[in-house]
T-cell receptor, first 115, second 110 residues
Framework: DAGITQSPRYKITETGRQVTLMCHQTWSHSYMFWYRQDLGHGLRLIYYSAAADITDKGEVPDGYVVSRSKTENFPLTLESATRSQTSVYFC??????????????FGDGTRLSIL | GQQLNQSPQSMFIQEGEDVSMNCTSSSIFNTWLWYKQEPGEGPVLLIALYKAGELTSNGRLTAQFGITRKDSFLNISASIPSDVGIYFCAGPDSNYQLIWGAGTKLIIKP
């Protein structure tokens, strides 16, 4: 039972480069989420997806692009990375979009540094 | 927008001590969730609270939903080394997306 996996675990890149973070889940969960975690801010939602080909913005979507062509994959792309996007990124999935009755299951994160 | 304030930011305790932390908001929440994040991993749900005044336990962890619906508390009794990590409170906003506190980091002194 692989669950939810993120790749890469660590990434260093330069300002202006494009970088894609991958997320794959084996549970066939409908909902998938991308969060960023910064000191003093907890987790903030970037984008989420209710199903394949359905995505929506979260609290901090600027500078990010997502796609969901298959239920199991939800890649996050930084089209032109900036230093302010240095963070730890977490992907999560859940059966339903209701976090009250269906817990979100998180990957182990990608630590991204932009120089 | 809605915000959750957690305190303390960090705690240095001896093994065996009891731990208390809290989460407050200026607005009402209908559900409170407590997550734990261990080093190098994603958060894991510990306890969910659904009703004002509710007290729920999960082993040595006990969480309470404040009667004003603007706060919640998490207690850990007789701490052990594996309790180390960051504890987050979270609650759903009007769009059912989670709002997270900044976390309380628990460190156990050797």
């Amino acid at each position: 039972d692989a669950g939810i996996t993120q790749s890469p675990r660590y990434k260093i890149t330069e300002t202006g480069r494009q970088v894609t973070l991958m997320c794959h889940q084996t549970w066939s969960h409908s909902y998938m989420f991308w969060y960023r975690q910064d000191l003093g801010h907890g987790l903030r939602l970037i984008y989420y997806s209710a199903a394949a080909d359905i995505t929506d913005k979260g609290e901090v979507p600027d500078g990010y692009v997502v796609s969901r062509s298959k239920t199991e994959n939800f890649p996050l792309t930084l089209e032109s990375a900036t230093r302010s996007q240095t963070s730890v990124y977490f992907c999560a999935s859940s059966v339903l979009g209701d976090p009250v009755n269906q817990p979100q299951h998180f990957g182990d994160g990608t630590r991204l540094s932009i120089l | 927008g809605q915000q959750l304030n957690q305190s303390p930011q960090s705690m240095f305790i001896q093994e065996g001590e009891d731990v208390s932390m809290n989460c407050t908001s200026s607005s009402i929440f209908n559900t409170w969730l407590w997550y734990k994040q261990e080093p190098g991993e994603g958060p894991v749900l510990l306890i969910a609270l659904y009703k004002a005044g509710e007290l729920t336990s999960n082993g040595r962890l006990t969480a309470q939903f404040g009667i004003t619906r603007k706060d919640s508390f998490l207690n850990i009794s007789a701490s052990i080394p594996s309790d180390v990590g960051i504890y987050f409170c979270a609650g759903p906003d009007s769009n059912y997306q989670l709002i997270w506190g900044a976390g309380t980091k628990l460190i156990i002194k050797p």
